[in-house]
């Protein structure tokens, strides 16, 4: 029997445990329910494509994915999309389509209660 030892990144680890403190802080579900999604062993983390997010949302929408962001689609509307990671080209098919690739740390920033947020995952 392993032990579950959880994520080893130590930028990960520093991640969660500011996403469970802003949650308590600012009474604000959306950041916990991330640090438990993020804090999955990596075969259970999630992993959305670009037709992903183009079926399930709409034009000017925020979204969250709590995980990596694949560029397998193509996007053709304008969206906000906030991760963990994402693959190197998937930025630039983003920003093509007048969208912006932002951290989750700057989401938090910006938007600190998580209104008008939308989860993929």
Known sequence: MTN?????NPYL?????NLKRK???LKAPIWKDMAEKLSKSTR??????LSDIERN???GETILVPGV????????KKVNVSAWKF????????K???GKTMTIEKLLKENPKGSNVKIIS
């Open 69 to 76: 962001v694949l560029s397998t689609g193509n996007l053709t």
């Open 96 to 98: 093509s389509s007048n």
């Open 13 to 17: 680890k520093k991640l969660i445990e």
């Open 57 to 59: 949302v709409s034009d």
């Open 23 to 25: 949650s308590l802080e």
């Open 4 to 8: 579950k030892t959880g994520p080893t």
């Open 87 to 94: 693959s190197k080209t998937v930025e630039e098919k983003i």
């Open 44 to 49: 259970q983390r999630i992993e959305v494509n």
